[in-house]
């Protein structure tokens, strides 16, 4: 049924395209050229700790490079067909065509809108945004905190949103209720089977506050969970359900955000906290902080951003072998990490900013971080340098 | 490092200069609008709402790139072209706003004076007949 609505609305925001001439039509595009290097041959980073890709001493253009196209075609005053085409590389490192957006869009008038089809979920401050690189000051959003979701960044399904005013604010409230299927088999298949959330904010153009909340449902297929959850199964069945990723209800996500921008200071800050309910996937919050400063074409920024676990205890009812690969299991989910970025970002010329971006990783002893290699003992922490071309046209 | 963290602060704290010239905040003299604030101004040319029912239907119209749009948003909103730019990125890429349309001035002056549900602004002595001034800027 999921498949067969999103390739329905596919299919309608490409006839639509083709046949509707009369109508009011925008095409405009987005693309990232970015290059990362670590100072470091045993720290490779990567934007998540999914990603089978990651950017090492030798440097990497994986990390940001990506190309969206993005149209909207008005059929009526009030409905349109909004799409949008994104060629970026996927946590399983192959480069892959996805469709962030592709929905119906229905706004009655300024304070109602319905978005039916694909959407980005609500959870993040910039998550409607988080492929326009030109949107935001990094070169990337902190990973810290933008990791915490993984591959289900859109999803299927109805979003409603109602705006209103509150003394110089607009007041925004929008929720949604849908589905999530990301199928990179063989190493990977998640569902949500529901996924909805809310986010409620205020914004007078200087300052937004944002307040979200999302939860899914959700079922993983996955080599490496799976292998482990069946063995638990067969020698420890009482504990099954602790370490089951199958009809996991609900994964919830909280997230408090900030935005300022005056035009010469910029402040942004967010802090999330999610738990997943099963001993296979760790809970975490995390927090980033960003100040900039902006002068002329140039906004010069400093990040500081963290990673931790919570709820965390190791497990010691196992016995045997089971007990030692849970017991390396769970010491390669410790991905605790702290970042300091400095970073410039350069309007040299219209619709185009190079940033560069240099940020100190540091990892607590027991932690992999989100890398994917193991630091010497010892040495806690890295730097990645990174620059960035960002564009819309 | 600490080369880094000197030069940054160096940069963050200088300070930022800008020119002076004057704009009308324009409506057709056919509009019933007869004044806005400041805040509701914003509103408007950034895509949010307004509190007062008769501001939401205004469309505001922008000039084609250059000093004039410049100066309006750096007095307005205290944004910069780039600024603006990515605003608006941020906006339409997401569905969430479209910028507004952009005109010539003639375009702007013949469009405006037909038009009660069009906002602009222009250089004060580019003001002519059939236009009503509802703020001055700065």
């Known amino acids: ?57 030798h440097g990497s253009s994986v990390l940001d490079t990506r190309l969206g196209v993005h149209s909207k075609v008005t059929l009526f005053d009030t409905m349109s067909v909004v799409g949008q085409v994104l060629v970026r590389r996927n946590s399983i490192d192959e480069v892959e065509w996805s469709t962030p957006w592709a929905y119906l869009h229905w706004q009655p008038d300024v304070q109602y809108e319905m978005l039916l089809g694909r959407f980005r979920h609500s959870l993040f401050m910039i998550t409607d945004e988080m492929d326009i690189g030109y949107a935001w000051p990094w070169v990337r959003p902190p990973v810290e905190l933008y990791s915490l979701v993984g591959d289900a960044s859109y999803v299927d399904g109805l979003k409603l949103r109602y705006r209103n005013t509150l003394g110089n604010y607009t007041a925004a409230i929008e929720g ?58 067969q020698q420890f069945p009482s504990i099954l359900h602790e370490y089951s990723v199958t009809n996991v209800s609900p994964q919830r996500y909280v997230n408090l955000g900030i935005r300022y921008e005056d035009g010469q200071w910029l402040l942004l800050s967010e802090v999330s906290r999610l738990w997943l309910r099963t001993r296979m996937l760790p809970n975490k919050w995390a927090y980033y902080l960003t100040l900039g400063r902006s002068i002329e074409e140039f906004t010069p920024y400093v990040t500081v951003a963290n990673q931790q676990m919570t709820d965390f205890s190791a497990e010691n009812r196992l016995t045997g ?8 299991f769970e010491q390669n989910s410790v991905t605790e990490q702290f970042a300091v970025a400095l970073g410039l970002r350069w309007d040299f010329t219209a619709g185009m900013a190079l940033k ?34 960002d564009w819309v046209f | 490092m600490r080369y880094c963290v000197c030069c940054l602060f160096c940069v963050l704290f200088s300070s930022f200069v800008m020119g002076k010239t004057q704009l009308a905040v324009i409506v057709s003299s056919e509009s019933t609008i007869a004044k806005i604030d400041a805040a509701a101004l914003q509103a408007v040319f950034l895509g949010l709402l307004t509190q007062e029912p008769e501001l939401r239907a205004l469309k505001p119209l922008d000039l084609s790139t250059g000093d004039t749009r410049d100066f309006f948003y750096q007095n307005l909103v205290g944004r910069n072209r780039h600024q603006m730019q990515s605003y608006w990125s941020r906006m339409s890429f997401t569905g969430r706003g479209t910028p507004p349309q952009e005109v010539t001035p003639e375009h702007l002056m013949s469009e405006l004076v037909k038009n009660p549900a069009l906002i602009a602004y222009l250089p004060i002595e580019n003001v002519s007949t059939g236009m009503k001034v509802l703020m001055l800027i700065p």
């Open chain 1, 1 to 57: 049924m999921r498949v067969i609505l999103t390739r329905f609305l596919l299919f309608v925001c490409a006839g639509c395209a083709f046949t509707a001439r009369a109508a009011d039509s925008q095409f405009s595009a987005f693309g990232t050229l970015g290059y990362s290097k670590t100072d470091s041959v045993y720290a490779d980073y990567r934007l998540a700790r999914n990603a089978q890709f990651s950017a090492g001493k």
């Open chain 1, 176 to 233: 949604h209720f849908g589905t999530v299927h990301i199928d990179r088999a063989p190493r990977i298949v998640i569902d949500n089977h529901k996924n909805y959330g809310v986010a409620v904010s205020l914004s007078d153009g200087t300052v937004t506050y944002r307040a979200s909340l999302v939860q899914a449902d959700v079922s993983i297929a996955a080599q490496g969970l799976n292998g482990i959850v069946q063995q638990i199964n």
């Open chain 1, 321 to 328: 072998n089971l007990a030692s690969i849970i017991e390396k």
């Open chain 1, 356 to 389: 560069m971006q240099i940020e100190q990783i540091r990892q607590p002893a027991n932690s992999l971080g989100i890398q994917t290699r193991v630091l010497p003992a010892g040495q806690h922490h890295y730097v990645l340098s990174s620059v960035a071309l």
